[in-house]
């Protein structure tokens, strides 16, 4: 079946870059997501990236994906106390195994 | 304000009995989604439905059993809980199974 690994744990200092890794096996996807959960709350969609790309940036966010190796990355620069989350990767479709377990961020002042 | 809506917010539960935890939707997504959530193992999918009318067994779905008998509602039952049942459920949606899944607040159960 189709498997999507990350990594558990990182800390950071807050204004430090922060990168969250994945890796995922089923290479049909269109889009690949990430996902950030704050404390106490669902998942909310953080940014995604069209399986044709090799980055995308959006503000603080660059999402790289090496289809090569199928990792999927995401870099958050100027990383902020409101970037303490669990963040997953997704691989669709959702009506299977499609979420990663998911890498928590602990900023630190 | 279109979104998911889940009831209850919590709920202490003695193992044996049942329950049903709800979901509904306004944004006329056709797939719906239960996943539960546990430290460590992260967000399984218990059962899902591609559309009214239809569901599907996900990862863990033992114990627990949907209806989708409209495009609104997606109720998830346990017909005799069970202490391994304790854990955060969360419904989701999506206009289709590859899209952006949006997420209810959660449901958290403690079956003791």
């Known amino acids: 079946g189709e498997d999507v690994e990350q990594s558990l744990f990182l800390s950071v200092r807050e204004g430090d870059s922060s990168v969250i890794n994945c890796t995922y096996t089923?290479?049909?996807?269109?889009?690949l997501y990430w996902y950030k959960q704050e404390p106490g709350a669902g998942l909310q969609l953080l940014t995604y990236?069209?399986?044709?790309?090799d980055m995308k940036q959006d503000q603080r966010l660059t999402v790289l994906l090496n289809k090569k190796d199928k990792h999927l990355s995401l870099r958050i620069a100027d990383t902020q106390t409101g970037d303490s989350a669990i963040y997953f990767c997704a691989e669709p479709p959702y009506n299977r195994l499609a979420f990663g377990k998911g890498n928590q961020v602990v900023v630190i002042p | 304000i279109a979104g998911i809506t889940q009831a209850p917010t919590s709920q202490i539960l003695a193992a044996g009995r049942r329950m049903t935890l709800r979901c509904t939707q306004d944004?006329?997504?056709?797939?719906m989604y239960w996943y539960r959530q546990d430290l460590g193992l992260g967000l399984r999918l218990i059962h899902y439905s591609n559309t009214a009318g239809t569901t599907g067994k996900g990862e863990v779905p033992d114990g627990y059993s949907v209806s989708r008998a409209n495009t609104d509602d997606f109720p998830l039952t346990l017909a005799s809980a069970v202490p391994s049942q304790t854990s955060v459920y969360f419904c989701?949606?999506?206009?289709?199974?590859?899209?952006?899944?949006?997420f209810g607040p959660g449901t958290r159960l403690l079956v003791l």
């Open positions: 989701a949606t999506s206009r289709d199974s590859k899209e952006t899944q949006y």
């Open positions: 990236i069209f399986s044709n790309m």
């Open positions: 089923d290479s049909s996807s269109t889009y």
């Open positions: 944004m006329r997504h056709n797939a």
